[in-house]
Nanobody, 115 residues
Framework: QVQLVESGGGLVQPGGSLRLSCAAS????????MGWFRQAPGKERELVAG???????NYLDSVKGRFTISRDNAKNTVYLQMNSLKPEDTAVYYC?????????WGQGTQVTVSS
């Protein structure tokens, strides 16, 4: 059984920073792409950032220059450093990972950007 456990969400003022973490656990033989999605109320889930095992990254245009994805392969963990946060970044953020040739999701963590 593979699980993704997220942490790091919360309430932050505009311009502030948060760091999300997502740790994969269980019987893991291989991990491919790891990434972060988000879903705001009334909107579709969208890819925020992804990172391949080899290090290649991609970002949603609106977060480029503000968010940074990284991963620690030894810990099976992916991170999302979010700086210069804006109210429009408010959403539930979900970790996603391709593990053992299957797609897994975390439970989601709320990020609220508000003064």
């Amino acid at each position: 059984q593979v699980q993704l456990v997220e942490s790091g969400g919360g309430l932050v003022q505009p311009g502030g920073s948060l760091r999300l973490s997502c740790a994969a656990s269980g019987s893991i033989f291989s991990i491919g792409v790891m990434g972060w999605f988000r879903q705001a109320p009334g909107k579709e889930r969208e890819l925020v950032a992804g990172m391949a095992a080899g290090g290649r990254t991609n970002y949603l245009d609106s977060v480029k220059g503000r968010f940074t994805i990284s991963r620690d392969n030894a810990k099976n963990t992916v991170y999302l450093q979010m700086n210069s946060l804006k109210p429009e970044d408010t959403a539930v953020y979900y970790c996603n990972a391709y593990i053992n040739r299957n797609d897994y999701w975390g439970q989601g963590t709320q990020v609220t950007v508000s003064s």
